[in-house]
């Protein structure tokens, strides 16, 4: 089954991406990455940019910047394939995120008009 590692990052952890601790922050986040791919679980993924670049469309209003004002936004996501709910909550667990933001853990609704 696949299943969606959605990624919220802190203030400080999408400002991390480009001052002087980035190589630090990377080299996090290129580990778990190629930990997941060495694994066979990786399908897929993106960094997204920060939530001030973002544009939100709710119910015909047009929004920029983050959607809601939280202290954690969504930084990006992984596309696994795990076998069980608990075999991807292991790996959402090591990831970066885990230790400063949140991490959501959602199956993949597979889509059949049969």
């Known amino acids: 089954m696949q299943y969606a590692i959605l990624i919220y990052e802190t203030g400080d952890d999408f400002n991390s991406r480009s001052n002087d601790r980035k190589d630090a922050y990377w080299d996090g986040w290129f580990a778990y990455s190629q930990a997941l791919t ?25 929004e920029d910047g983050p959607y809601a004002d939280t202290r954690e936004q969504l930084g ?5 394939e795990a076998e069980t709910l608990d075999d ?27």
């Open 88 to 114: 991807a909550m292991e790996w959402a667990a090591r990831s970066p995120a885990a230790s400063t933001g949140a991490v959501e853990i959602r199956p993949v609704h597979q889509v059949s008009r049969t």
């Open 38 to 62: 060495d694994a066979g679980k990786s399908v897929g993924g993106a960094c997204l940019k920060g939530p001030e670049t973002g544009t939100t469309l709710n119910r015909g209003t047009v």
């Open 76 to 80: 990006g996501f992984f596309l696994i």
